[in-house]
């Protein structure tokens, strides 16, 4: 990275059932040990049914955004009802509240 001038960089948790994941557990350990290089994004799976709970108890483990991998089932758009629970744990009643969020969607 610094070969490349680079000194920051976003690290995502992915959650895409059959298609793959990538542990959260993992990132956040990554960026831990590296915390001036590494800014931890959670993985969400935005068809699981506890999202609400499980944003806020991300944000309080030290997570600064979530990534979210949701149209490998059917096409989402950012508009649509299943995504509501991420964008109200993101909101109001987080953890993630006090600090800048970032949602990145892949849909």
């Known amino acids: 990275m610094e070969e490349s001038g680079i000194s920051r960089a976003v690290v995502m948790g992915r959650k895409a059932d059959e298609y793959g994941e990538v ?4 990132i956040l350990e990554l960026a831990r040990a590296y915390p001036q ?3 931890p994004f959670a993985g969400l799976n ?3 049914a506890d999202l609400p709970d499980r944003v806020d108890a ?9 990534c979210l ?3 490998w089932r059917r096409s989402l758009y950012y508009d649509d009802p299943l995504l509501e629970p991420i964008y109200t744990g993101c909101g109001t009643d987080s953890s993630f509240r006090s ?9």
Do not use: K
């Open 23 to 26: 542990d959260n557990e993992d």
């Open 37 to 39: 290089t590494f800014i």
């Open 46 to 48: 935005p068809y699981d």
């Open 58 to 66: 991300l944000a309080r483990q030290g997570f600064r955004g979530v």
């Open 69 to 71: 991998d949701g149209g």
């Open 99 to 107: 600090r800048r969020v970032f949602l990145w969607a892949r849909t």
